[in-house]
Each structure stands twice: as C-alpha cells, then as structure tokens.
C-alpha cells in the first residue's frame, strides 16, 4: 500500500461509528428529554447541550444523562452520576429490564464487556424483540473480534426494526471482516434511498460512512459525509473522526481552529480530544504545546489509576506525543486484550514496529560505542 508517511502516522482510528451507537441506542430506548438550556451571559460557556435535571421519574434522568455523556466533557461526570443511580434503582427492581438496559450502557461504557453481554442476554430472554439490546450485543461482539456473532446479533433485528438499522449493523460488521469497498457502497445507497431519517440514526450513519471513505482513502468524500452537523453539536465520537481526517491530510491548523474552541468550552476535557489537539499541535510546529501539556496531565492521572479503560489512547500517547517504544507496546497490548477491531490491530501493528525500530537503533548503538 501506498500512503502518505503523514497519513500512514494518524492511520490508526478509534472505532468512533460503534461509539456513537450508543447515544443511538439510548435515544430509541427513551424519548422523553429535559429541557435544553442555553446561557444567558455572553460569559457563560457557549455550549449548548441539554442540561439533565431531576426528574420525578429517575428512569428518565438516567436515560438523559446517558444520552449526553455522548457531549464533550461530560462522559466522566454523567455516566458515574448514572451509575451511582443506577445501583440502589436496580437493587430494589433487579428485572426491570430499562433499568438493566441501561447498566449494560454503563458497563459497556467502562470495558466491563462480559457484564455488559450477561445484562443483555437476560434482557432478551424475557423480550426477544428488544432491538436496542441486540444492537448493543453486536457491537460488543464487534468490538471483541467476534465477527460472526456480531453479524448473528444484526440479524436478529430484522423484521423488529427498519430495514436501514439492521442493514447498516450489518454492514458495519461487513467491513471488519474486510469488505470495506462493498460496505461503504452498500450501504451510501440505502441512506440515499431511505428518505427522511431521524437526526440520532442519521448522525450515526454519517459516521459509519465517513468512517469507511477514510479507510478507503477518500477523505473528501469522508469530510463531506461528516459537514451536515455544526461540530459544536455533536458527540465526541463525531469531533474525534473529523480530526482523524483532517490529521491525515496535514491539516492541523484546521484541527486546532475548529476543535480547540469546543474542547475549552466544555466542562471537562476528553482524551481522545486531548491527543487529536496535540497531534494538530505536532503538525503545525506550534511553539505553544498547550495540548501535548494537558494530555500529559490527564495520562499522569490515567497512569496513577492503572486505567486501562484508556489503554489506546495512552498507547497513542506513547507512541506520537511523548515516545516510548515499550511503554506504547504495553498499553497497546491491554487494548487488544480489550478490544479487537481492526484499528486495535493496527494500533498493535504500529507499536511492534515502533519497539522493533527502537531495539535496532539501540544495538547499533552499542556496537558503535563499542
């Protein structure tokens, strides 16, 4: 293959499309929302999310909270907000299946992916139809390389759901296992000839789209599928590929003009924002490393931790930010023991090849010196 040496660097993508199905999943598990909440001050911060509010029915609050953990920098505070809800809730109506749902959210959240699958093998014994749940259960079993039950899994929503979610489930899973051409061209027709669909379904195809257009190397094509939503208002997941795009063509002006502002403006800042803003710094030779200076604290933090929840993007630290061969080879390695897609192999990939380049280096230098 032929990439750009710039390109081949920013190649690895965290699996973003699989993300944001679960803000996906959480809006067709509830439709009742609070009220959104837009400053008054022009010296509030200019971040128009939907602020949860108590609810008299917690079952509502949770699902609000969930919804927009999707924000940036809301993810920390509102899923352990939801956990914490969730556990006294669910001690006192352990079947209730929303309830269950939703843990499995969490779980999922957190890698607690064998906890996550139990919750939704329960959940669906007692309703079979329960689409969210079998869209969940395929994209764990995608995550994890188990390619074949995730494409089981889609299945089962055929018939309870459109055609387009299960098409497009399916040929998600599709892609992973190679046939990433057919998939993007499959399904950009279903979407064309879908007609109206409803923003939370379509925010997650767009990204499904642009996602396999840069995998194809087809980055204006993948940028065109991500230019429907303002970038102030969409999720994480949405702000991390469009930075992964524009790092790929060189564009890290761009990254930091557009992201920057959004990440200041939040309440928190977000790894995988963090590293994109600091990779944008790398490529535009900025002498200012404002990002690179707040990633490393938030990797400090992650370190004191042992979090492997972040293991990529800490692998990815190690490997762009701050170099460390064999640092970046033991984060990438609790990764894939997390996760299987084929970004987390080709995050693997990078770091054997960055270690086996260190420890040559490292031997001619000794036979040098000696």
């Known amino acids: 293959m032929k990439y750009y040496k710039i390109y081949h660097r920013f190649r690895y993508i965290t699996p973003c499309a699989s993300k944001l199905l679960l803000l996906f999943l959480i809006t067709i598990s509830s439709s009742l929302y609070a009220a959104s909440y837009v400053p008054k001050s022009d010296q509030s911060v200019v971040a128009k999310w939907t602020v949860p509010k108590p609810a008299q029915q917690p079952k509502i609050f949770i699902a609000q909270l969930l919804k927009d953990a999707s924000k940036p920098g809301l993810a920390s505070r509102y899923y352990g907000r939801a956990s914490a809800l969730l556990k006294p809730l669910l001690a006192a109506s352990p079947d209730d299946l929303e309830l269950q749902f939703y843990s499995a959210t969490v779980l999922q959240h957190y890698h607690q992916f064998a906890q996550a699958q139990l919750l939704l093998s329960q959940i669906l014994q007692r309703q079979p139809n329960h689409v969210s749940a079998w869209l969940m259960k395929a994209n764990i079993h ?209 770091v054997k090849s960055a270690q086996y380049a260190t420890e040559n280096k490292n031997a001619t230098e000794n036979k040098t010196s000696t």
């Not at 990764?335 to 299987?340: F, T, V």
């Open 142 to 350: 995608m995550v994890q390389g188990e390619l074949n039950a995730a494409k089981q899994a889609c299945f089962q929503v055929l018939g309870q759901s459109s055609l387009l979610i299960s098409s497009a489930c399916v040929l998600e899973v599709n892609a992973e296992q190679g046939y990433v051409a057919q998939s993007y061209q499959q399904l950009k027709n279903i979407v064309k000839s879908a007609g109206a669909i409803p923003v939370d379904q379509h925010l997650w195809l767009k990204q499904i789209l642009a996602d396999l257009a840069q995998r194809l190397q087809l980055p204006q094509q993948a940028i065109k599928h991500l230019s429907g939503y303002s970038l102030e208002q969409v999720p994480v997941s949405y702000l991390a590929l469009w930075a992964d795009i524009h790092l790929a063509q060189q564009q890290g002006e761009i990254v930091l003009n557009k992201l920057g502002p959004i990440v200041l403006a939040s309440d928190s800042f977000d790894d995988a924002l963090l590293l994109r803003l600091a990779l944008a710094e790398q490529l535009s030779n900025s002498s200012n490393n404002l990002w690179e200076q707040r990633l490393t604290q938030r990797v400090d933090i992650r370190l004191q931790r042992n979090d492997t929840a972040h293991a990529a993007d800490i692998a990815r630290y190690y490997l762009d930010i701050v170099p460390n061969a064999f640092k970046a080879r033991y984060w990438a390695e609790i990764n894939w023991q997390q996760a299987k897609m084929v970004a987390d192999m080709q995050l693997l990939e990078r």
